[in-house]
């Protein structure tokens, strides 16, 4: 039996006493049958658990009938295709879809340039009231909604900016720049500032080094923090049913809503709707996921 | 005294120069800082409209008498001017102790408290118990994490309706429970069954975020911590108690604040799952929404105070939180 030391942080190798022992010594990081059966087992229902929501809505999306979710077992015989040839033939969803995109694709564009510059100032620049504005951004980050909307709803009806997707953005902007600038502060940090003093010396502005050396470096940052914005904007659930109010300028979180009437509940439909918005948020959420977590624990914890 | 840099600069800070008249001060600070001001004006300006503005008009809004009967408002071309009044504290007096304060406020309360203990709770220690399995060494732990994430990538508005489905009179759990001879309850009409309904579906989509992110502090624990405790002769609960919880402290304090934010200010669940159908399920926050746009006439004025109250409650408990983080502490983790 060799004895392998090898020093790997992944610690998978540990040494076996050199002086061979009879009984069957279990290797660091192996575990007995019984265990590894059990975690595989707990691991599995968790899995089916997470997954039996979404699996099932889009089961009953391929059912025809309306009250279909109640007797699935019926729709095996009969799946098809038919609700979703419905949703996007005939209701609103390419209106739903462009107004989506315009207040989320806004607001990430709007939310990220103001969040940057905050980030930066607050990473590089240790000047006066700069603890102070990073509790602010804290504290916009807890506001329940019911303190702001009340208040939102008055001011924006004032300037004639209800069921207009500006109004819209600029609102979710509010909720999204504080977070981004966290994130982006977290990030900035990373970056050496030895590379902003040879630009200062290089005869760079502050504004010069910012936009010429660190945006360029900061790109991953900058990505997840885009993507939050549109999360945020994509997701967002009251804003949007208070203040949008022509059925065409509904986003999808509102239009969703509207298959549900206290008369008539078109749940077919509305299960098919369900998952044409879904599947593409979702492939793109999985594709940044990782980054979305590193840099939220990382602004939060650096502080 | 320690000498610092600043960044940017290159200036020296910390060696503070005989003090001068506050005129010049200023404009040295001017000078010194006016890039860092001139960048977070953006922000300042946006949190300053769109903030820091309707906070002092919600403010205001909620020492009037303010509802959608007495406020300016147009109705096809005539302009109705506001005729609200200022009443001073008599929203929060009534409030919190009026005539069925209790009904109105108190038990939402203690419901609003119960559900952020429970679902932060559980998604803490369903996540912790979840990415303790997955930072093993097992099979197919690259699909399980995909699988266990799925919650969370799917747009929450989207996921509420498929839980609604299921939670149905006759759908699929309750067909379920029948079968196994297990009694059915009415999810979406009995008060309890709301609450727990509620509970279930808010746990359902908030672990996977817990999860991922404790998943990234086990792994930023040095194994050798791990060697040398074995070495020590520690038994597994002993290495879980002593390296693994205190390693993922940092991590820990973030997301259970994150956490309870996150949950008591939980708006999209509760309003998706009952509409406007169980004020007894409501927690304080779809109940100030509720007031202020879901029934007639609406009452801003309400609304607007609930909302400050709800704010101050989750200050005092941030504020609170921070200083038992930090008490032995002398550098601030957040």
Redo the contacts between chains.
């Keep these: 039996m060799s004895t392998t030391t090898q020093l790997t942080s992944s610690a998978a190798a540990d040494q076996t006493p050199s002086t061979a022992a009879p009984r069957k010594v279990r290797r660091r990081g192996e575990k007995s049958p019984g265990a590894s059966l059990a975690t595989h087992g707990v691991l599995v229902v968790a899995s089916l658990i997470a997954l039996f929501p979404v699996a099932w809505l889009v089961f009953l999306s391929l059912g025809p009938d309306k009250d279909d979710y109640l007797h699935p077992g019926g729709i095996l015989g009969k799946m098809t295709f038919d609700n979703y040839v419905f949703v996007l033939r005939e209701t609103d969803f390419f209106d739903w879809l462009k107004s989506t995109l315009v207040v989320s694709l806004g607001t990430t564009v709007i939310g990220v340039m103001v969040a940057a510059t905050t980030g930066y100032a607050v990473s590089r620049m240790r000047f006066p009231g700069y603890k102070k504005f990073m509790w602010v951004l804290l504290v916009t980050q807890m506001f329940p909604i019911a303190v702001l909307i009340v208040p939102m709803y008055q001011i924006l009806s004032e300037l004639q900016l209800i069921d207009s997707y500006l109004g819209l953005v600029l609102v979710y902007c509010s909720t999204a720049v504080p977070y981004c600038a966290w994130l982006l502060k977290g990030y900035f940090d990373t970056i050496p500032f030895e590379i902003d003093e040879a630009g200062r010396v290089d005869g760079l502005t502050p504004f010069g080094t910012f936009a010429r050396l660190i945006l360029p470096l900061a790109k991953p940052g900058l990505a997840v923090a885009a993507f939050y914005s549109f999360i945020t904007a994509f997701g967002e659930v009251a804003f949007a049913s208070t203040f949008m109010l022509s059925d065409t300028k509904y986003t999808f979180a509102v239009g969703l809503q509207s298959f549900v009437s206290e008369h008539d509940a078109q749940r077919q439909y509305m299960a098919a709707t369900a998952v044409l918005i879904a599947v593409p948020v979702s492939v793109f959420f999985y594709l940044v996921q990782k980054n979305l977590v590193t840099g939220l624990t990382a602004g939060g914890t650096k502080g | 005294m320690t000498v610092?840099i600043?960044?940017?600069?290159?200036k020296r800070?910390g060696e503070r120069a005989p003090r001068t008249g506050p005129l010049t001060r200023l404009k040295h600070?001017y000078q010194k800082?006016w890039?860092?001001?001139?960048?977070?004006a953006?922000?300042a300006v946006?949190?300053g409209v769109?903030?820091i503005?309707?906070?002092v008009?919600?403010v205001y809004?909620s020492l009037t008498d303010a509802d959608s009967l007495n406020?300016?408002r147009t109705i096809g071309v005539n302009h109705i001017e506001a005729t609200y009044q200022f009443i001073g504290l008599d929203n929060y007096a009534d409030i919190l102790w009026g005539d069925t304060a209790y009904d109105r406020f108190w038990s939402h309360f203690i419901w609003t408290i119960v559900w952020t203990a429970a679902c932060v709770a559980l998604h803490y220690c369903i996540g912790l118990?979840?990415a303790l399995?997955?930072n093993?060494?097992?099979?197919?732990r690259t699909l399980?994490r995909?699988?266990?994430?799925?919650?969370?990538?799917?747009?929450?508005?989207?996921?509420v309706?498929?839980?609604r489905?299921?939670l149905?009179d006759?759908?699929?759990i309750n067909s379920a429970l029948d079968a196994l001879h297990l009694p059915a309850p009415l999810w979406l009409e009995d008060t309890f069954w709301q609450r727990f309904a509620a509970i279930m579906v808010n746990t359902?989509c908030g672990v996977?975020?817990m999860m991922?992110?404790l998943l990234?502090?086990l792994q930023s624990i040095?194994?050798?911590l791990?060697?040398a405790a074995?070495m020590d002769g520690a038994s597994a609960w002993q290495r879980f108690r002593y390296v693994t919880l205190p390693g993922l402290r940092?991590?820990s304090s973030?997301?259970v604040l994150?956490g309870v934010?996150w949950t008591?200010?939980q708006?999209?669940i509760i309003?998706?799952l009952f509409g406007n159908t169980a004020p007894d399920a409501d927690i304080?926050?779809t109940w100030?929404?509720h007031l202020?746009?879901g029934q007639q006439p609406r009452d801003?004025a309400q609304?607007?105070a609930?909302?400050?109250l709800?704010?101050s409650i989750?200050?005092v408990f941030?504020a609170v939180y921070r200083r038992w983080l930090n008490r032995n502490e002398p550098q601030?983790?957040?």
């Design positions: 610092v600043d960044r940017a600069t290159g800070r600070g800082y890039y860092a001001y001139a960048m977070i953006p922000v946006v949190l769109l903030v503005y309707p906070l008009y919600g809004l406020s300016a118990g979840l399995l997955l093993q060494k097992i099979r197919g399980y995909l699988l266990l994430v799925l919650p969370w990538a799917v747009p929450t508005f989207v996921t309706f498929g839980w489905f299921m149905a006759s759908g699929v359902w996977p975020f991922v992110s990234g502090g040095d194994a050798s791990y060697e074995e940092s991590v973030t997301v994150l934010i008591f200010n708006f999209a309003f998706l304080l926050v100030a929404y202020g746009f801003f609304s607007a609930y909302g400050i709800l704010l989750l200050v941030t601030p983790a957040i």
